[in-house]
């Protein structure tokens, strides 16, 4: 492959960016192929559940879609938990932070703050609090967090549901991942 003639950045030439510009572009038009493994890659993660994470993540975006979410909120649903990977007491602010570009800000902050969210539906059995979110109770969003937080991230831990395939997903994917928005 071509490479740049620098060994530090400072001494790089418009040349040779304007080669790494191009590299990075083409690199970047495989993000959405990068996400989907991301997902797929969910089956080999957090045990205990009932499903994997990557069956939950599937249940949320099909819910999602099933209920009419725009594409960006669907593909949002798909890799809300993606970030359980790298970041565990962070993962919705990773999420976000991949979202930004491409997805309107306020599904961004649903996904960067759903943690938080969700403890109101298991705080009470395990000794958190239930009602952290309530630090959010004035803002713009809380309601399409809640929201989000009941009818696609709660109950997306059931066996028996149908959830679509990820392959199904496919085109939403790259069509959202297309271009950045919101740069
Ligand atoms: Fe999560
Ligand atoms: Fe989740």
Request: one cysteine or more; proline letters at 5%.
């Amino acid at each position: 492959m071509e490479t740049v003639g620098f060994t530090a950045m400072a001494d790089g030439t418009p040349e040779d960016y304007a080669l790494l510009d191009r590299l990075e572009s083409e690199y970047v038009k495989g993000l959405p192929d990068r996400l989907l493994a991301a997902v797929d890659a969910l089956e080999h993660s957090l045990g205990g559940y009932q499903v994997t994470r990557r069956e939950h993540s599937l249940q949320s975006a099909t819910r999602a879609r099933r209920d009419g979410r725009s594409d960006e909120y669907v593909a949002a649903a798909l890799v809300h938990d993606i970030g359980d990977e790298l970041a565990p007491y962070t993962h919705g602010e990773m999420v976000a932070a991949i979202l930004r570009p491409y997805v309107e800000p306020r599904i961004c902050w649903v996904v960067g703050h759903h943690g938080v969210f969700q403890q109101y539906f298991y705080g009470r059995q395990s000794g958190v609090d239930p009602n952290a979110r309530d630090r959010y109770r004035d803002h713009e969003w809380f309601d399409d967090c809640a929201e989000f937080c009941e009818l696609y991230d709660q109950n997306c831990f059931d066996p028996a549901y149908d959830s679509l395939a990820l392959e199904s997903f496919e085109p939403l994917m790259r069509e959202v991942f297309a271009e950045p928005r919101f740069l």
